[in-house]
């Protein structure tokens, strides 16, 4: 069963950068892609991208092209999604999920708040 | 890409049946038969209830039920219950490796 752990909840500054990590317990990076969704107070889900641990390929979403960064590491089965110049409405809760060979969510982290506040 | 089209919301007495419409373009929805749905509770994350359409996987109940119909794909709950009070959204391949999800249906069993 496969376990995905994110960073603790953040307070930034408008204008700084955040990086959220999440942990895959029980999962070996193969082909898979690890994406991050976003879903701001009260709001829907947003995608925003992913990201290929095994290869390091990359493919964001087009609002956040320019400010996101999504990396991984494979030696400790961890990825990162970074996501800079922040503003008030980059407020919300952080997932990370597996897209697998079912074309679908099937395991999602547990989510990181990230509150953008001067 | 611009969101999928979800109605804000549903409702249904315990029993009853209610379908989500989830509606794209033929750029994904339309396009590719890789439309997932998911229930969210509050606070929660979210929870896979159907892949590629009409799969369901391991663990769901049979009440819920996919469907696609040209650029419109379905969620269907049948049996309603009053767990299954909740968030739901639909996502759809969208081309060039993109997702796109829909805006989100919050259920209410009456």
């Known amino acids: 069963q496969v376990q995905l752990l994110q960073s603790g909840a953040e307070v930034k500054q408008p204008g700084a950068s955040v990086k959220v990590s999440c942990k895959a317990l029980g999962y070996t990076f193969t082909g898979d892609s690890m994406h991050w969704l976003r879903q701001a107070p009260g709001q829907g889900l947003e995608w925003m991208g992913w990201m290929k641990p095994h290869s390091g390929a990359t493919n964001y979403a087009q609002n956040f092209q320019g400010r996101v960064t999504m990396t991984g590491d494979t030696s400790t089965s961890t990825v990162y999604m970074e996501l800079s110049r922040l503003r008030y409405d980059d407020t919300a809760v952080y997932y990370c999920?597996?897209?697998?060979?079912?074309?679908?969510?099937?395991?999602w982290g547990q989510g990181t708040l990230v509150t953008v506040s001067s | 890409q611009s969101a999928l089209t979800q109605p804000p919301s549903a409702s249904g007495s315990p029993g009853q049946s209610v379908t989500i419409s989830c509606t794209g373009t033929s750029s994904d929805v339309g396009g590719y038969n890789r439309v997932s749905w998911y229930q969210q509770h509050p606070g929660k994350a979210p929870k896979l209830l159907i892949y590629e359409v009409n799969k369901r996987p391991s663990g769901v109940p049979d009440r819920f039920s996919g469907s696609k119909s040209g650029n419109t794909a379905s969620l269907t709950v049948s049996g309603l219950q009053a767990d299954d009070e909740a968030d739901y959204y639909c996502c759809s391949n969208a081309g060039y490796g993109k997702l796109v999800l829909g805006g989100g249906t919050h259920l209410t069993v009456l």
């Open positions: 999920a597996i897209y697998d060979i079912l074309n679908s969510f099937d395991s």
